[in-house]
């Protein structure tokens, strides 16, 4: 006899390992036993959950945490969760952004302007029970100036530092080197010093290791699990009052019709979108019941923006941008090109505002547009006439040629992964085209190379602009500049006009609220008028939510604003649980369980007899 | 070959004594040279993991550009802070310093510190890896078990309905996008569709605040539509490939002589059949063990999976440098461990293989 026939029991045949798998699979399938499904329905759901007393909002981002040391943190969802967590010495109004207090109940400049002076309130308590102090948050802008580690996120609020002391524990004193209109918004996360004078290495720490973490915000982070969610719960001394829910969640989805299939089926409350949900994405939810789509004028600017001849402070010239788009004619011409409409309706979908100036009109106190005479509308036949006027006009192929006499195309920057990008690309392409230039799209993964590099014509811009515009203003001046051309500056484009520097300079150290708002106005004219950034359009925010959850929630702007990745709390902080609610939840019921097992027991114990019974070899079978 | 020519997988773990007819020759001359084959192969392996070593090291110092900029992308920082990172990254050192810094590091498992999370490389592997290897482990025990069984089968009945219908619809799926696959289920099983409740949660790995069996519970539940969508298009593969094996043994001698002594088909196909046709699909297997430690990015998108698929699309975006080229390294290093225990294990099954 062959040993190779004899019956092997102890040996895993492949049936019964696909049996036990099959099995396996039905046990698990069991967790979800339709004796208690996960609900189709929120509102079939609403009535099971009604039960539950635990009210959790949870929030489906796109992005997942890059550290949870506020020392460090980049991303927006982390920086969003630190405002949750650690109160700013300041706040912005909801209603229209203006500054209100946070930690700090008062400030106000010495006759110099080189002295501010911060009123720390005395009912605020770090979640561990001990007082919040003027010494906290010296301790924390000490830190930053002293340690470079420290400063990897937030360092540029304190380069104008000179010195920074708690004379009280209501009195916080920041002696600047030069005025700084900007003391109203130090978006610093002000942290408990007896907690983080033990962290050794600042740069290396994530303040992941032990939770609850020791905040004043509004939320204690309780849990945290990379990659997968942020879990926090109220905090229940918290100065301005206590959140409504019980729980937020931020949960991460990399895929986004993932995370939208979660809403509509119940699982989160809210879908912030990658930054903003797509027109398709919009439009599939808004004739969902107990569904609200917020779509909202939003923080950023969508602009084409222009090599203007990148250089380096050292006056050196580097990159290769075209020499026409030297010529502020050129420039003007282009804004003209432009179909601001079309682009609005077509690419974004109604889901965006035709651009203007610099700064969103969301941002009332700073929002320019240009005035009639002013305005550099979509007029082909005139951008015909300036590029003729400039001298660039159309050769017998009925292409445009630069001074060489090469025909112009322009290479415009495009980032890969934004579909807009590729879009509109296409249709500057077409309206550039019948202007006799020529357009390449050079859509790159990273295009921070070629862009620092200045070798680039064109390239699509944007950034998400604060309620106190310095930032995007800053890095058009000449002092963002790279130091040589090897170096990285903080500009955006290399723009370097004498007079945009000027009018920046003033509005930093006007602290006329009034008066700098005038000044930024004409800094934004200016930008208009050279033709480096043209805006092309605002972005709406479009998020969702699910209203059997959320009765009300807090948009900033109170009139008409986002939810996700406000410029403070009041979103999370002021969201009130919808009556029916129970919690956002993909849990299985214990019930599910059971059953699941039971039944995957079943499948296994038959599976594995009618292999035992088909085992019973008659004598025939072997030798 | 005879019947008795190759063991069974099982068996061949009894040794390669067992493993064979006597044109092997005498036992101490196999064992030397089975020895010989193992310090070759293992040789080998320890020759490409240098040359994996240092070329992820500068494979990824081809990518123009200055690490700091991708660091600090976006932000204000100043000429000092960027000289602190040159300094704490040691960017500021010359090339060859910094690549026997990263090779004597690498050697004490230290694999240099993430530019974005700011955390050790090998913290951020060993927190997705267990995570990967939940997912593509399950998948691949599953999708390996079905293929070989499916595969004997088509192959067994070739040319039958149940033939023709397990290779038109391995085909089928293993030609449909994973991430779609995904998607499809998402919508159908988890959001609900129809008579169809929402079964499955539509993301991630856990619900979280759970504890002892009921996080067991909680992740087996999380787990089940990313492992059936992997299963569902990486099954075909193993199927194709049992089958055309089985096929090519179909008409040897030494089975017509088992169906001859009387022995059931069945047993003629477990025993003597599939034993002698497992070797290409043993060479699939670990190239598919080795591909399990890398995760599968697409899947692990559309699941929300917090693997190292995720992390390496993460590295990339930026690109995290240390954190690109450590998992470039765990990656080759899986692939050539596996490839290198597939070549050890080839000797045991077919024992012709290493003479």
Known sequence: ?623 | MTAEATPSLVEATDGPAQAGPSVRGPRARTTTAYLRYVAGKLGGAAVSLLAVLVTSFFLFRLIPGDPVKYMTGGRQVSAGQLAYYRVEFGLDLPLWRQFTDYCGKALTGDLGTSYQFRAPVIDKISEALPNTLLLTGTAFVLYTALGIFLGTRSAWRNGGTSDRLNTGLALTLYSIPSFWLGLLLIIVFSVGMGPIPGLFPTGGMESGGKEGFAYVLDVAHHLILPVVTLVAVEYGQTLLVTRSALLDEMGSDYLTTARAKGLRDDLVRRRHAVPNALLPTVTLIFINLGRTVAGVILVETVFSWPGLGGLFYQALSVPDLPLVQGLFFVFASAVIVMNTLADLIYPLLDPRVGR
């Open chain 1, 1 to 623: 006899m062959n040993r190779h026939d004899q019956p092997n029991r102890g040996r895993l045949r492949p049936r019964l390992l696909a049996a036990a798998a099959a099995a396996a699979l039905t046990l698990t399938a069991g967790l979800a036993t339709p004796l208690n499904p996960v609900p189709q329905q929120a509102q079939a759901k609403g009535s099971q959950q009604a039960k539950e007393s635990k009210k959790v909002l949870t929030v489906a981002v796109a992005q997942s945490v890059d550290s949870l040391s506020p020392f460090l943190a980049s991303r927006l969802l982390s920086t969003s969760i630190h405002r949750l967590m650690y109160e700013y010495l300041t706040n912005y109004d909801p209603a229209d952004n203006h500054t209100v207090p946070g930690l700090a109940t008062k400030w106000e400049p010495s006759a110099d302007k080189l002295t501010w002076t911060y009123t720390i309130r005395s009912n605020s308590t770090w979640s561990d029970g001990r007082q919040a102090t003027a010494a906290d948050a010296a301790w924390t802008f000490n830190k930053m100036m002293t340690d470079q580690g420290a400063a990897t996120a937030n360092g540029s609020f304190v380069t104008n530092f000179r010195k920074v002391t708690a004379p009280s524990p209501t009195q916080l004193v920041i002696e600047l080197k030069k005025p700084q209109a900007t003391m109203g918004a130090l978006d610093v996360p002000i942290v408990p010093q007896h907690i983080w004078e033990k962290v050794k290495d600042f740069s290396k720490f994530n303040n992941d290791q032990s939770f609850p973490i020791v905040g004043n915000g509004p939320f204690v982070l309780t849990d945290y699990k990379p990659d997968s969610y942020v879990r926090l719960k109220p905090n229940k001394t918290f100065w301005r009052g206590a959140p409504k829910f019980d729980e937020l969640v931020f949960k991460y989805f990399k895929d986004q019709d993932a995370a939208v299939a979660a809403l509509r089926k119940g699982e989160v409350s809210f879908v912030a979108g990658s930054p903003a949900l797509t027109p398709a994405q919009a439009a599939s939810l808004k004739g969902e019941p107990n569904i609200k789509v917020n779509d909202a004028p939003g923080r950023r600017f969508y602009a084409l923006a222009t090599n203007p001849g990148a250089q380096a402070k050292d006056g050196k010239h580097f990159g290769d941008g075209a020499e026409s788009l030297l010529n502020q004619k050129v420039r003007q011409a282009l804004f003209m090109a432009i179909d601001r409409k079309t682009l609005v309706d077509k690419v974004f979908q109604g889901h965006a505002v035709e651009g203007e100036g610099y700064i969103p009109p969301r941002f009332s106190t700073y929002h320019w547009k240009p005035s009639a005479s002013q305005e550099l509308a979509y007029d082909p036949a005139k951008a015909a006439q300036l590029l003729d006027a400039a001298g660039y006009k159309k050769n017998a192929d009925g292409k445009r040629v630069e001074k060489n006499g090469k025909p112009i195309d322009y290479r415009i920057l495009c980032h890969a992964t934004d579909p807009n990008d590729k879009a509109v690309g296409q249709y500057v392409k077409e309206w550039f085209g019948k202007l006799g230039i020529g357009v390449t799209l050079n859509c790159l993964d990273n295009v921070t190379d070629p862009w620092l590099a200045g070798k680039y014509d064109l390239a699509f811009d944007g950034w998400s602009v604060n309620p106190d515009p310095d930032f995007v203003l800053s890095i058009h001046t000449c002092g963002a500049l790279p130091a040589t051309a090897k170096d990285t500056g903080a500009t955006d484009n290399f723009i370097c006009d004498k007079k945009y520097d000027e009018l920046y300079d003033q509005q930093l150290a006007e602290y006329d609220t009034a008066k700098r708002a005038d000044l930024v106005k004409q800094m934004e004219s200016r930008l208009y008028d050279t033709g480096y950034m043209n805006v092309m359009a605002y972005p709406n925010a479009v998020e969702a939510y699910r209203t059997d959850q959320i009765k009300s929630i807090e948009t900033m702007p109170k009139a008409a604003g986002n939810i996700y990745g406000q410029d403070g709390y009041w979103s999370w902080w002021s969201a009130v649980p919808a009556d029916a609610s129970g919690a956002s939840s993909d849990g299985s019921s214990s019930t599910g369980v059971i059953i699941g097992i039971v039944a995957g027991v079943v499948v296994l114990v038959g599976v594995g007899a009618f292999f035992a019974m088909r085992r019973r070899a008659t004598a025939e079978d072997r030798e």
